[in-house]
Structure formats: structure tokens, C-alpha cells
């Protein structure tokens, strides 16, 4: 605790008996609520070094965006992104004595994080949020952003490193959840390149995206269903609004007690954000929408078994085979995505046509 409030005394004074405490469950930074004596609130966030081999480009990212938003009329801006805090020297970071770089964030407050669905009215404003989201950053060449995570969300690639990792001496049992996500992976390998290859024949074009719109970096309002921010941007970059539109998906339709994919609820949230896209959504977006609903979660299942396989190196685990059951738990996800697939594509088939 002393270390961490050396690092936050960085960016302001803290006065006597501050609070820090833990803040959210993201399985990749080290997230603080920082609480004062004499002053307000803020987020403070040690970049993983390992994940983000330059932050500095992170923070770069987040001021670029809050001009691009700050430049924008304010009457045309319903969403809150929160901006860097500089430190007391005037940097945008902090660096401690292990190399790790920190930063200050605004904490937007009063709102508050939400780990699951409970109305139709909270889906809707997620599928709102997320578009409103896209349509303000459509302005914004993708290209003037660094991309923080080269190969994310790029399928093909991750499917490659999977392969290498497999052909390593493994340092995991072959048991049946083992062999059950090693042969689920073989059956859908073809369909592993569809996004990129329609990248590349020109039919989908990159554009700024979030990169990890799960439903609790959507702060609602206290006490209401209305979005008011969209938080954790250290994955803004350039990329495919299906990566985002995939994994937004996948965390709110996925329930986890049966790995089902709750299709009224996915209905609402695309209704709700193809409303608020309008034309920014081409024809070429629809064609690749349904693709892109199951490609997401089987990528991060793929993911997860490739770590696991790795000893756990980048997702934050509990339990040696947290990883392994993640990557079970999302395959069966995908089975179910893939039983609903007519009634998924008639819902985008009527929402393109309407």
C-alpha cells in the first residue's frame, strides 16, 4: 500500500489516511480507486508491461481521442470519455523503479458498472452507447492512432500461435477438456480467416474501435438504465467495428450458467445500435455481421486455451485451469450461436432491410 500511494502522490497530493483500493475485474492492468483526504477521486492504472510493450502510445491514444470528442458539438456528444490526469510534473505517465508506467484517469462518478443485464432498456442502451461510440470516432482517421496491440483481434494470427504452442512439449494433462477444445478448434479452423479476408478484398475498411466493449465498461447512470460513459480505452486503435460489435455481443448474450446465447437480448442491443449507426453501417458491415457474432467468442476461447497451454502468461488466472475452462465455456457459446444461426441472420436480413 505504501508503494501504491508513493506512485498516486505522483499525480497530486493525497493529504493524510488516503484510500486506495481495487477497482473492476480486468484481467490485464492493475486498477486503483483512489480516494484522497483532500481532494477528488480518480483512477489510478498500472499499464501491463507485457500486454502493452509501449504504453506511452496507450495514454498517446486516449489524449487523441479526447480532442477529437472535445472538438465535436457538444449537444452531438452523449457520452462521457474520461481524460488523462497529468502528474504533478506535468507528464501524461509516471514510471516507477520496476519500469512499470502508471496513469491518472478521470473517475466519472456518479455512475457505476454493471456485470449483467437485467431489462431490455439496459440492452438497448448498450447497442446505443456502442454506436454513438463508433459514429463519434468516425471522424477520426483510424491511421493517426498507434496500434497498441499489433494482431489483435487479427483471428488468423492467433490461430498461428496456437498452432506453435501445440507443437511444444506440453506442460498440461491431454484430458477430455483438453482434447475437447483441441478438437473444436480442428473442426472450425476454416472459418478462422473470414474478417480478415474481407478486409483484405477491400469489402470491410478499418476504422477507430474500442477493442473491448464488455458490457461492464458501460457505466450507467446510478439508479437508471441510461449509459453515461465508455471506459477502459487502453485498446482504442484502429481495427474492424466487428470486433467490437462480436465481443459486445458475446459478453452480454453469453449466459453463463448454461453457455447460451440469449438471442431476444441480441436482437435489442443490434436493433438498437444499426438505429443509431444509420448510414455509418454499410452494406458490406450487415454481410459480415452473423460472422463476426460467432467468430469473437471462439477467438477468445482460442485464446484462452492458447494460454493455458503457455502456463497462464497473460490472462489473470485463480486457478491453474481457469484458462481451460474459459476456452470450454466459450466453445459451447459458439455451439449455441451457430444452432441459432437462421434466426440471427433473419433478424440482421430484417434489420438491413428496414
Known sequence: ???????????TSLGSAPQISPLGNGLINDTYLVTPSNGNRFVLQGLNGRVFPQPEQVIANLQRLNRHIGSQRAADVRLKIPVTLPTVAGSASYRDDSGQVWRALELIEPAESREYISNPAEASQVGFALAHFHKL????????????LPGFHITPSYFETYRQRLAQPLQVTCDTAFNECRDFIDRMQQRIPVLEQAKQRGELRERVIHGDPKLNNFLFETGSDRIVSLIDLDTVKPGLVHYDIGDCLRSCCHNPSNNEFDLARCQTILESYLQEAGEFFTANDYDYLYPAIWLIPFELGLRFFSDYLDGNQYFKVSTPRQNLERAQALFVLCGSIERQKDLLEGLIARCKGG
Do not use: K, Y
Not at 1 to 11: D, K, P, S, T, V
Not at 137 to 148: G, N, Q, R, V
Open 1 to 11: 500500500m505504501i508503494r501504491l500511494q508513493q506512485i498516486a502522490e505522483q499525480f
Open 137 to 148: 470516432c468516425a471522424t477520426l482517421p483510424a491511421a493517426e492512432l498507434h496500434d497498441t
